[in-house]
């Protein structure tokens, strides 16, 4: 329990966050899940106690410096969720946020669904699709308060990813690494037509993490044109401009 004491009391420099301890517990049942699937499916390539709390647990909960107060009543969906981050450390935070998962890929899809069993997570839906195909799906086309993104994507990309599927005056947070800023600006013309535009860009500075990262939030302030987003690989394939 050690490592996930030293959580902690990142999280409460970093965020004035306090973990409780049943919090500190499932982070705990967290990474040694993490570390367990990692050793027969390689879900990542970080699975040292140290690098899991700081590179995975504190760099999800670090979204929290741009949601808004109140922000456990949203509907928030993550894209490309990889082993449940952001989401799932979030969720963890704040058991009343209603939480869609999103992954393509199915032994990744099958931990976040074994590790929300496993926390006993409720209003967690683990969706094992590909981001193109859920942005036409009326069910979830501009349904979401939030949607999120940690190295997804390039930023025109992630912006075809995730403008559909926020409603009108929601917002879109993409985590970025050090090229973050210089990349959003790049892409602030395929934003627009996406019906999107820059909010803001936040520092952020990790503990023992040279490089700075970055929280990008773009704001819905028009409705995605129907076309948006393509056919399954065309995004990556010939990004918007």
Same mark, same amino acid.
Request: proline share 8%; glycine share 8%.
């Given at each position: ?48 106690? %140290?690098?899991?709390?700081? &590179?995975?647990? !504190?760099?999800?909960?670090? /979204? +929290? @410096? #741009?949601?808004?107060?109140?922000? =456990? ?39 976040? %669904?074994?590790?929300?069993? &496993?926390?006993? !997570?409720?209003?967690?839906? /683990? +969706? @094992? #699709?590909?981001?193109?195909?859920? =942005? ?106």
């Amino acid at each position: 329990m050690a490592s996930m004491e030293s959580l902690a009391a990142s999280a409460r420099s970093l965020l004035n966050l306090e973990l409780t301890p049943g919090q500190i517990a499932a982070f705990q049942t967290y990474a040694d899940e993490l570390r367990a699937w990692s050793g027969r499916f390689n879900l990542t390539a970080i699975t040292d106690p %140290q690098s899991i709390q700081i &590179k995975h647990f !504190l760099d999800s909960l670090t /979204v +929290l @410096k #741009a949601l808004p107060p109140g922000w =456990g009543r949203l509907r928030l969906v993550d894209v490309g969720t990889g082993a449940g981050f952001p989401g799932l450390p979030l969720k963890i935070i704040c058991p009343e946020l209603r939480l869609t998962l999103v992954e393509a890929t199915g032994k990744k899809v099958a931990f976040c %669904q074994a590790l929300v069993a &496993k926390l006993r !997570l409720n209003g967690v839906a /683990v +969706l @094992k #699709a590909r981001a193109e195909e859920l =942005g036409q799906d009326p069910a979830h086309r501009e349904q979401y308060d939030w949607a999120l993104a940690r190295a997804v994507a390039e930023m025109p990309v992630l912006a075809e990813y995730l403008l559909p599927l926020v409603r009108l005056g929601g917002h879109v947070l993409a985590q970025k690494g050090e090229g973050g800023p210089a990349e959003t600006h790049a892409a602030e013309s395929a934003v627009r037509r996406l019906g999107g535009q820059l909010g803001q860009i936040l520092p952020v500075e990790l503990p023992g993490i040279v490089e700075t990262r970055y929280l990008v939030i773009f704001d819905k302030v028009a409705a995605t044109p129907p076309a948006f987003p393509r056919r399954p690989g065309v995004p990556s394939k010939a990004p918007v401009k």
